[in-house]
């Protein structure tokens, strides 16, 4: 690996296989990317570069909007919060942002722009999350005002968003799906339902639009499948170095509490990542990491910058060699698991002081 340890390094290569696996699982949809929180910790412009061949770019919030734009790219960017107040929507307007509309005001605050304004806009259904989105029972209030406004591109698209499309046998996401069919039975414009369990695992859900998030980073949204289990290629490889290597005699503790005792002479190799990092604190002595290929059990508590690793009576790592906290060899799913987090937190995680390292010889450019 690089100089600068620990460091997240991209691998470029993994999340464009990614991306073809969406592809092949909805061959007849166009795919959004979703990229919010900085690319679920994998770093936006990174991703952006990386995804060139994804139809559309979705994030949270405007700000990220405005982060993807002002970096040149020209694609769609899709707000799927929409905005809260005049502020933002000058951004959105500015930076060519879509917006997701989910409430009365932010459709009153569209109408306060001037008529020659021209917002593409995604109607957030609440089809039975009850997070955000109008519920069934308003959407056609809300569509016949949207139809009207000069400020409005027609027409409308739609969307909504499966609450448990991860569970397979649960009948939640045919319900919701059946009713998006209701109130979008007449309608015209783009449709979506799908994130990434969606697209995989409920065929009536991939729409014109599919919305793959965490699928893309190589990470499952299944309980009981790993990304690699799906075909997926793990994008994050979070790695680091031992910086002490040293011998433990049979009896002796280590880290903090004195919680973990050698049960033989054993070498405990010191690798620099801890919580401060976004490496999970609360995970188990006996959590693996990876050393020279080989799968080794964490010793003791995590410490804010350092983790001790057990390598064994006949070391199978010295000063210097790279630790895989996660990646290939190491799921991210089975270290969630083992945090009691979802993969989803433990990548957004990540901290800030760890620098998120393209891939260098697949590095791409295009935006
Ligand atoms: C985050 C998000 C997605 C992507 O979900 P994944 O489970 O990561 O695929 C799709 N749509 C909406 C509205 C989201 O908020």
Request: with cysteine; net charge neutral; proline share 5%.
């Amino acid at each position: 690996m690089t100089a600068v340890f620990p460091a997240a390094q991209i691998d470029i290569s993994a999340l464009q296989h990614n991306l073809e696996c969406v592809r092949a699982a909805a061959p007849d949809s166009k795919v959004m990317a979703v990229l919010k929180a900085n690319a679920y910790g994998h770093e936006l412009a990174l991703v952006v570069s990386a995804l060139a061949a994804a139809d559309a770019l979705a994030v949270a919030r405007v700000s990220e909007g405005v982060e993807i734009r002002a970096r040149g790219c020209q694609r769609r960017i899709v707000v799927l919060e929409g905005v809260n107040n005049s502020e933002e929507l000058a951004l959105a307007e500015r930076y060519r942002a879509e917006l997701v509309i989910h409430r009365q005001d932010q459709i009153d605050l569209l109408q306060e722009r001037e008529r020659s304004a021209s917002f593409v806009i995604w109607l957030k259904l609440d089809t039975g999350m009850n997070r955000l989105g109008f519920p069934q029972a308003e959407a056609a209030v809300a569509l016949n005002r949207l139809r009207e406004m000069p400020q409005v591109v027609q027409p409308v698209n739609l969307m909504t968003h499966l609450a448990s499309a991860d569970l397979r046998s649960h009948k939640m996401s045919e319900q919701q799906i059946h009713s998006f069919d209701t109130v979008c039975a007449k309608e015209t414009g783009e449709l979506s339902i799908a994130n990434s369990a969606g697209l995989l695992a409920w065929p009536a859900s991939r729409r014109d639009w599919v919305r793959p998030g965490i699928m893309l980073y190589g990470i499952s949204p299944f309980a009981d499948q790993t990304g690699a289990d799906l075909g997926l290629k793990a994008a994050m490889h979070f790695r680091t170095r031992l910086i002490a290597v040293r011998l433990v005699r049979a009896g002796e503790c280590v880290g903090y509490g004195a919680t973990w005792t050698a049960k033989r002479d054993t070498w405990i190799g010191t690798a620099a990542a801890g919580y401060g990092d976004g490496y999970p604190g609360n995970l188990p002595s006996g959590t693996p990491v990876g050393v020279n290929g080989q799968r080794r059990p964490l010793a003791g508590r995590v410490s804010m910058d350092m983790i001790a690793i057990d390598l064994g009576p006949d070391p199978v790592g010295r000063v210097g060699d790279t630790v895989t906290l996660w990646g290939p060899g190491i799921p991210v799913e089975e270290i969630a698991g083992l945090a009691g987090r979802l993969s989803y937190e433990v990548v957004c995680g990540v901290s800030r002081r760890v620098p998120r390292l393209a891939e260098k010889e697949k590095q791409t450019t295009r935006s």
